[in-house]
């Protein structure tokens, strides 16, 4: 079975599943229900000069024995639904709750009291957010000193670009700066949509890779769009906390450790480059070479990341409005200035871990982390040159023993047990199996090692002649991989019944060991050209373009879809047609800007750092 027809059977499965989670809720429960979310008319709230629109989250307590309170925390005290015990509302207090009541706290949580809440039930306010007729009317009031700063980096690095292009055209792209021709926009979108097919062939086997890059991203931005989702305002929250328990969303449920396929390919790129360019350069690599290699990979990540999150710290927020703003883009955005400098540092997966700016960028800090201990293991046993595969085979096995005793003392749990859609809507705060495992760079160890280890293996193999590809059994693993892939994502349905202590802290030390062992199996299939549909498909030269935008594109696509929903005034109706417009839209919007950023920010600064370092 093909790539297509796979998703296009996944799609048709989510369609039945989502019809299914439609039939099974409960309408009578519903009804008994306060509505979790609702939203007043922004615009015509804010019309008026006394306009005032307030956005906030209230928790409800009973003075006294009441059936409908403990009927809404019975409810909420099932995992598969959300705390009803909260209510978010958005009200525009000048028309709805009229008051001469100074203090918005006070009002807001009265308002809510006799707007939507059963008798002898109180409101107790958690957050709140207001805005009046006059914050709609002068929007912007001048600009700070970081956004001065990031205004000024945009101008300089605009600035460059224009005067490399300039200088590509006036010597025809002959010149002899290096520098300069770093910054030629010309010069950039060849090498960005270069095929390289006469290069070394052994790289070049390994061009599908860009397409198993551009597939991993697609189920990413699709994961990403369902998640956002939790967090606005819906019409149909009851979608959510049935939708889950689906078979067929497992993939969401069960499918986040096809993130350690990115790990994987990552640390044995490098590795095999780094063997590749000893071998033919005869010179011996060892930790003398450590600080150019993280000098390297700094220029080409740090660039991206700080202009984005310096973006979503300082102008973002002026990119738009609504009723959801503040609560998604403002919040994020304060978030993000809070955090800046540890991103600076890649450290922001480790300082403040409860509060995300731009939450795709976690991976960015453990690529970080983990490529620093990569690049000094490679380095050295290549200095040293030690037996490495038995090295690296045995340090992943004890990664994945560290990671069991790690989550069976810390009471950790894989995502598959603790997704349920309270700790999405709140991007699993407070849990600590996602802060102390999830986004931690143990978790992703063993998924490091393997990338080493299957460039090491590769790369013997090829300095012996030997074919691994004539076996019949390894041509046969390869094209199973896919399918591997999928039912170990499936079986997250069995796994599920299998709650002891022992029993979840096993599956954390095996489930992303073992996707990591099937992608090495795809990377030999790959490196060794094993022929096939799924590597024809993988090996378009449309996906190289796409693939080398990577960085990007991951960077981007959390900052386009939060935007998408942030500007909406009605409440979400949840469903495959929604989550899919979310995805398409942020598919299309986060390639079209990730072309941009690539050709005027880090292709540039990267080739400037080459040249410089060289």
Known sequence: MGVDAMWRVFVCALVAAAAAAAREINEDDQIRLPRLFH????????????????????????????????????????SQNFDRTLVHRGYCLSSRCPSKEVNRTLRFERCIEQQALSPGIRASLESISCKT??????????????????????????????????????????GKSKLLKAWSIQS????????????????????????????LLSLVIMTHAAEIQYK?????????????????????????ALTQLFIVISNFLFAYSMLLYSKNSQKQLGLAQLPMCILHRLARIIPVHLLLVGFAATWWRQTGDGPQWELTVGAESDICRKKFWTHA?????????????????????????????????????????????????????????????????????????????????????GISSFSQFYTAPW???????????????????????????????FEWMFHLT??????????????????????TAAYVAIERPSFALLAAFTLLGIANNIDGRLRRAWAWRGWATIGRMSLSIMMLHWLVNVYIVGTRRTLTEASVMSISSDMLGTMFWTTLLALPVTLLVESPILRSCTALLS
């Not at 950039?188 to 949509?193: E, K, P, S």
């Not at 390289?196 to 551009?214: F, K, N, T, W």
């Open 39 to 78: 939203l007043d008319n922004y615009e015509r709230c804010l019309g008026p000069r006394d306009g005032l629109y307030c956005m906030g989250t209230v928790r409800m307590s009973a003075d006294k024995p009441s059936a409908a309170f403990n009927f809404i925390k019975d409810y909420s005290s099932d």
């Open 133 to 174: 007729h006059e914050d709609l009317r002068v929007k912007q009031r001048g600009m700070d000193t970081p956004q001065r700063i990031m205004l000024g980096v945009i101008v300089v690095i605009l600035f460059f670009n224009v005067i490399g292009t300039l200088y590509h055209l006036a010597t025809n792209g002959e």
């Open 482 to 503: 896919l399918p591997l892939y999928m039912a170990w994502i499936l079986a997250g349905n069995a796994i599920l019944e299998h709650t002891t202590h022992v029993a």
């Open 232 to 256: 606005v305002h819906l019409y149909n929250p009851e979608y959510f906390e049935r939708v889950l328990q689906q078979s067929v969303t497992m993939l969401i449920r069960n499918g986040s």
């Open 345 to 429: 540092l890649f450290l922001h997966n480790f300082i403040y871990p409860d509060e995300h700016c731009l939450l795709p960028t976690w991976f960015l800090a453990v690529d970080m982390q983990l490529y620093i201990v990569a690049a000094f293991l490679t380095l050295y046993l290549m200095q040293k040159k030690k037996r490495q595969i038995p090295i690296l085979a045995t340090l992943f096995i004890a990664s994945c023993v560290m990671n069991f005793a790690l989550a069976y003392v810390n009471e950790w749990k894989s995502l598959l047990y603790i997704m349920v859609p309270e700790n999405v809507r709140q991007t699993f705060r």
């Open 443 to 473: 978790g992703s160890l063993p998924a490091c090692f393997m990338g080493l280890l299957t460039a090491h293996v590769h790369f013997d193999l090829q300095e012996q002649g030997y074919k691994i590809s004539k076996h019949k059994w």
């Open 188 to 215: 950039n979108f060849a090498r960005l949509t270069a095929t390289y097919e006469d290069g070394d062939p052994r790289l070049s086997a390994l061009s599908p890779i860009q397409g198993v890059r551009v597939l």
